[in-house]
């Protein structure tokens, strides 16, 4: 199984950028779509964005598109997140997961990824 890792996170004001990182290992990175997550405290882990095997197919939450992009880079297993305009409503965990391999199609549910790094902290003061 792929094995996940976070990073880039930090503290940012508002109105301010960050780019996360999410480095796979283990198993053929291109094999996997992928996607990222991020959790608030006290609330739910929620769908942010996700990618398909080769990057052409992305999908977005509503509360981030036009701001966040992601990509990946297969020579590199290397998946990233690209945020713009970040805002304190942004701040959380974010974690990057995987769906199971014979799973082609990019998925917006949490249950539908079955490996998950230990996620970065972004915190976005006002």
């Known amino acids: 199984q792929v094995q996940l890792v976070e990073s880039g996170g930090g503290l940012v004001q508002a109105g301010g950028s960050l780019r996360l990182s999410c480095a796979g290992s283990?198993?053929?990175?291109?094999?996997?779509?992928t996607g990222w997550f991020r959790q608030a405290p006290g609330k739910e882990r929620e769908f942010v964005a996700a990618?398909?095997?080769?990057?052409?197919?992305?999908i977005y939450a509503d509360s981030v598109k036009g701001r966040f992009t992601i990509s990946r880079d297969n020579a590199k297993n290397t998946m990233y997140l690209h945020m713009n305009s970040l805002n304190p409503e942004d701040t959380a965990v974010y974690y990057c997961?995987?769906?199971?391999?014979?799973?082609?199609?990019?998925?917006?549910?949490?249950?539908?990824?079955?490996?998950w790094g230990q996620g970065t902290q972004v915190t976005v003061s006002s």
């Open positions: 997961a995987a769906r199971r391999t014979y799973y082609s199609e990019v998925a917006r549910e949490r249950n539908e990824y079955a490996f």
């Open positions: 283990g198993r053929t990175f291109s094999n996997y779509v």
């Open positions: 990618i398909s095997r080769g990057g052409a197919v992305t």
